[in-house]
């Protein structure tokens, strides 16, 4: 067994070498191409805990839609004093011109990625909702289909849910939301970006059009998808993977060149869905996870099935004063941060570095949360031709169209480094299959 672990290993590895499956980084000012290394060692989620987890993810992501929709409309949960007006606004994801617009079957987060970890006694913790361009489901598909080839036998053999059918989920949301039945695009800003060669996967997979700024354009508040000979092909939905403020240089970022000019107004007119909606990034705001196990029992009038980890908002007085008190054991995140960076450890902070981050959070309190360190489970891992435990989380995927499903897989990711907790692909961490059992 072992023996032909460190085949699959290397196998797999040279395939997605051979199919060019890499993320994209920039450091320094440069960017970088690398292979997101592969462990053949699968995580293993009983039947009994996913059912436990599914009906959690379903009722997190039904009721982030439910505020997102009343955040940018009524506004019922700042009404009721719930979460603080001054809150909402000064989130960097908030977007103003978003203000009273209903995206089509008024569905916000088509495709919702849930990061998770798991507690040694078992118990699992939401650690992020991202909730405008959640990429990594490529990885998952990709590495279980060459591990089919590699190793047939391991799958005829083993009672786990196939995760061939992700572009057909993904797919049939776009079909849901689809404008006068045109064409289907998944837009993309092109291949220096980190996640462009799940784009181009994706958009195979589910026979969509790959879709570059260029190939679109906005014509009587339409949008239009220029093919061969001047053509015009009418697009309905949009799956883009650009953020919010590069997608329309008219209407946000006027330096953009990745975006599609007027395209926002298109969009406020009902006449394209655009997945996920503008504007979701209020949302996955890291202060406004706060606030979710709250508007599950507002929206839904139910009691949260999935917990936070414990989250102290500084933007709180008495919050404030627990965080300050105990910098050394918390970790600190910078709210507008995301893939890893902006975390702090106080355990790994010098004095001096712990007053910079006291003196920070005094001045702009609303740009930090701290939380409890989860000592979440390691997972073992091949290390060269040895076997290791490393700490590991799961981004889970939940689409959302007619009714809400999670995807029965997810991207386990693994930390390489034996003293870290952050396990971020941008981070120098590797990925591994997902095995969600049938029974």
């Known amino acids: 067994m072992y023996n032909l672990l460190v085949k699959q290993k290397d196998a797999v590895n040279k395939w997605m070498e051979r199919f060019g499956v890499r993320f994209g980084i920039y450091k320094n000012g440069v960017f970088k191409e690398q292979i997101f290394p592969f462990d053949p060692i699968p995580r293993v989620i009983t039947h009994q805990d996913w059912t436990a987890l599914e009906k959690?993810?379903?009722?997190?992501?039904?009721?982030?839609?439910?505020?997102?929709?009343?955040?940018?409309?009524?506004?019922?949960?700042?009404?009721?004093?719930?979460?603080?007006?001054?809150?909402i606004y000064s989130s960097k994801g908030y977007l103003a011109p978003c203000e009273g617009v209903v995206p089509c079957k008024n569905i916000f987060a088509h495709i919702a990625g849930i990061d998770l970890v798991q507690a040694k006694d078992g118990s699992w913790f939401v650690l992020e909702d991202n909730l405008r361009v959640p990429s990594g489901a490529s990885y998952p598909m990709i590495a279980r289909n060459i591990s089919r080839k590699v190793s047939p036998e391991t799958f005829t053999s083993s009672n786990v849910f196939d995760n061939r059918n992700y572009s057909s989920l993904l797919r049939k949301a776009m079909d849901y939301v689809n404008v006068e039945d045109g064409l289907q695009?998944?837009?993309?800003?092109?291949?220096?970006?980190?996640?462009?060669?799940?784009?181009?996967?994706?958009?195979?997979k589910a026979g969509v059009l790959l879709a570059y700024a260029n190939d679109l354009i906005v014509e009587n508040d339409k949008v239009y998808y220029k093919g061969l000979f001047s053509e015009r092909h009418r697009v309905g939905v949009i799956y883009r993977r650009i953020s919010d403020e590069y997608l329309d240089p008219l209407a946000f970022e006027s330096s953009s060149l990745l975006g599609v000019p007027n395209l926002m107004r298109a969009y406020a007119k009902g006449n394209v869905a655009i997945m996920n909606?503008?504007?979701?990034g209020v949302a996955d705001d890291k202060g406004i996870y706060y606030f979710v196990p709250k508007m599950v029992e507002f929206y839904l009038n139910e009691k949260p099935i999935l917990k936070n980890a414990p989250t102290y908002?500084?933007?709180?007085?008495?919050?404030?004063?627990?965080?300050?008190?105990?910098?050394?054991?918390?970790?600190?995140?910078?709210?507008?941060?995301?893939?890893?960076?902006?975390?702090?450890?106080?355990k790994d902070m010098d004095e001096q570095a712990l007053e910079n981050i006291k003196q920070l959070i005094h001045t702009d309190s609303r740009r930090w949360i701290a939380q409890e360190v989860i000592d979440f489970i390691d997972l073992e891992i091949m290390e060269g031709e040895e076997r290791v435990m490393r700490k590991a989380d799961l981004r889970v995927y939940v689409i959302s169209e007619e009714t809400t499903h999670v995807w029965r897989s997810g991207l386990t990711r693994f930390t390489r480094d034996p003293t870290s907790f952050i396990v971020n692909s941008s981070q120098g961490g590797g990925f591994k299959d997902t095995w969600v059992m049938k029974k």
């Open 313 to 346: 908002l500084p933007y709180f007085e008495e919050d404030k004063k627990y965080v300050l008190a105990n910098l050394k054991k918390l970790v600190i995140k910078d709210v507008a941060e995301a893939g890893g960076y902006g975390v702090m450890f106080g």
């Open 185 to 204: 695009v998944i837009l993309t800003p092109g291949r220096y970006n980190s996640a462009y060669f799940e784009h181009s996967y994706l958009a195979e």
């Open 56 to 87: 959690g993810l379903i009722q997190r992501v039904n009721a982030l839609n439910r505020f997102l929709q009343d955040i940018y409309t009524e506004k019922r949960i700042v009404k009721a004093g719930i979460i603080p007006e001054e809150f």
């Open 277 to 280: 909606a503008l504007g979701n």
